[in-house]
């Protein structure tokens, strides 16, 4: 990236207001009260509603609302989200899922509100402690996972093979580096899959905007991607966006975190990854989500350069 202001990580929002009537109703009867305020929340991509409401009487709720019309795959995922933070045990620093439902097109939920804010951009290192140590907890917590579910060894496998893709790009499509050194980067994300083997429910989404902080305490909001897998897959993935947003250098955050694993699988993950950005960032991008490809871009050229600088390779 030339510039050096990172892309937002922000979608398109529906606020509040503009929700139909019959939508905001079936929020209302959910939270007991009428909303009185709300408050459209910075941070994420959903082409929907994530804003906290108060209710006359002051509650607040986190609410997320999506239509199947702007975006067919987001009220899955919220379904989905909403599935995997049920079973979440209570302890986890996650906010509460207090109701759900489906209503035509539309799928809302309702989390326990936390009154915080993301972490600071760039990023402080103070914070960024913080997240560590609340991702270290969160781990042990969902360890072993509470949840049946597919792998991240899976997704890696099948939905995120992006060297797989950039491959069968017309040439011109790849930097020298890579296109030298194309066969070894399809070997190293053939191993992904084995490399990120584990017995923990990962939040597999890992970012500043997934992420809230409350005083000192921090909580891990947004929870579609939930997969199994290895503690180090969550950090890995988490690093790339860390240097992107203004902290410290992949390599120096896996070393702050203390991240224990082979360096065959680290890179292995890495590389699936740089992968993933590069090959998603050349996508036309998802119906009602115009930002996130140049998110992507931005990491892939970080997670590229990361992956260079490990392997060694001319
Ligand atoms: N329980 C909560 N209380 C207060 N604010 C929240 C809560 N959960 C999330 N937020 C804020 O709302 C923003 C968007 O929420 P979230 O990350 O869940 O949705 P999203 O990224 O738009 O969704 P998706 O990943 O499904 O596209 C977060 O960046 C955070 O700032
Ligand atoms: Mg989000």
Do not use: C
Request: proline share 8%.
């Amino acid at each position: 990236m030339s510039s050096s202001k990172p892309p937002p990580a922000e979608g398109v929002r529906v606020h509040w207001e503009q929700l139909p009537p019959s939508i905001r109703g079936a929020i209302e009867e959910h939270i007991g009260g009428r909303v009185v305020r709300s408050r459209t929340q910075p941070g994420g991509f959903s082409p929907g509603l994530a804003a906290l409401l108060t209710a006359a009487g002051g509650r607040n709720v986190f609410v997320k609302a999506v239509s199947g019309r702007v975006n067919p795959d987001t009220p899955g995922m919220h379904r989905r989200e909403a599935e995997v933070v049920a079973a979440l045990p209570p302890e986890a620093p996650v906010p509460r899922l207090l109701w759900s439902f489906t209503l035509g097109d539309w799928v809302a939920l309702g989390f326990e509100a936390v009154i915080g804010r993301v972490p600071s951009q760039p990023w402080r290192d103070d914070e960024l402690h913080l997240v560590i140590a609340g991702l270290r907890r969160l781990h042990e917590l969902l360890t072993p996972t509470p949840i049946a579910s597919e792998t991240a060894g899976h997704v890696l496998a099948t939905h995120i093979k992006g060297w797989g893709e950039l491959q069968k790009l017309s040439t011109g499509g790849l930097d020298d580096w890579s296109t030298r050194n194309l066969d070894r980067l399809l070997d190293l994300e053939s191993r992904a899959a084995d490399a990120s083997a584990g017995e923990t429910l990962l939040h597999f989404d890992v970012r500043a905007d997934n992420v809230l902080i409350a005083r000192d305490k921090v909580y891990f909001v947004d929870w579609p991607w939930a997969r199994i897998g290895a503690p180090f897959v969550d950090l890995v993935a988490f690093a790339p966006s860390v240097a992107m947003q203004g902290g410290p250098q992949p390599e120096d955050l896996l070393r702050m975190a203390a991240v224990k694993a082979e360096d065959g699988a680290i890179d292995a993950v890495i590389a699936s990854l740089a992968g993933y950005f590069l090959a998603y960032a050349r996508r036309p991008a998802p119906p009602g989500i115009p930002t996130v490809r140049a998110f992507q871009a931005a990491q892939g050229a970080i997670t590229l350069a990361w992956l260079k600088e490990r392997t060694g390779w001319s």
